[in-house]
């Protein structure tokens, strides 16, 4: 095993289902502008592009023909060996079937599982009943791609921890904190030291915040040891009131701020080490 004490990853979480290039022009929405801002990620210091695929207005999709175009201009890309996550929820109104066949077709390295419903507030209700999670977390072994378990709020980790001890999922496991969105944990060191110290010892975890909680819980990330998520999903500001260039500028810092701290970002294959993936590529 190589010296991987120092080294974070930083995964790039590039569109989303929710942002909209009326919010910010930098966000893709097409398979070339998705795997352009994929490449640059990786050129920035990313190891994983997290993605998702939206219609031609924008609109979020599972069509298996937008994913595979993208993965397929992700890869044609000399020398890119980024990992992979690719998304497992795509849009509320989408069926069990429709998630999870791309996932099954394509063979990411990594896919996210959201770990529980959420009340978007004033939007509508994600959600991921016990059935689906189930149903996701054997395909997802079957086809050998880790999950990496999104955490909205508390519950969301004892629900992970009930389904590795009936063996849905299998440790092992990979966290990811989104602290922020509309009806989850507010975006506070205190709420990510608090869901840090529940997660089975062994795991890897990530963190990120939401809008104006992007860099302190960024910076939190950094000093309790975590792996960063960062990108245009997630807030389309690069300071306040100042939009983001694009994806790879928030990678580009992620990357200087670990490296203030006397760290360095993960190579792709890294990553794979630091997580346990199997490569696909």
Known sequence: MSNLKNKRVITAALLGSWATKDLNPAVPYTPEEIARDAYECWQAGAAIVHIHVRNADGTPSTDFKLYQETVERIRAFKDCDVCINITSSGSVDFSDEERIYPLQQLLPELASYDAGSLNWQNRTVFLNPPAFLEKLGHALQESNIKPEIEIFDTGMIYNTLYYIKTGVLKAPCHFQFVLGCAGGMANTVENLVYLKNLIPDGSTWAGC?????????????????????????????????????????????????????????????????????????
Do not use: C
């Not at 302190?216 to 975590?226: D, E, L, R």
């Not at 500028?249 to 993960?266: F, T």
């Not at 190579?267 to 630091?274: F, G, S, V, W």
């Open 209 to 281: 915040g939401i809008s104006s909680g992007h860099l302190p819980i960024m910076s939190a990330t950094i000093a309790m040891g975590g792996h960063l998520r960062v990108g245009l999903e997630d807030n389309v500001y690069y300071s306040k009131g100042l939009l983001a260039n694009s994806n790879a500028q928030l990678v580009e810092r992620a990357k200087q701020m670990l490296e203030i701290n006397g760290l360095q970002a993960a190579t792709p294959d890294e990553a794979r080490e630091i997580y346990g993936l199997t490569r696909k590529i």
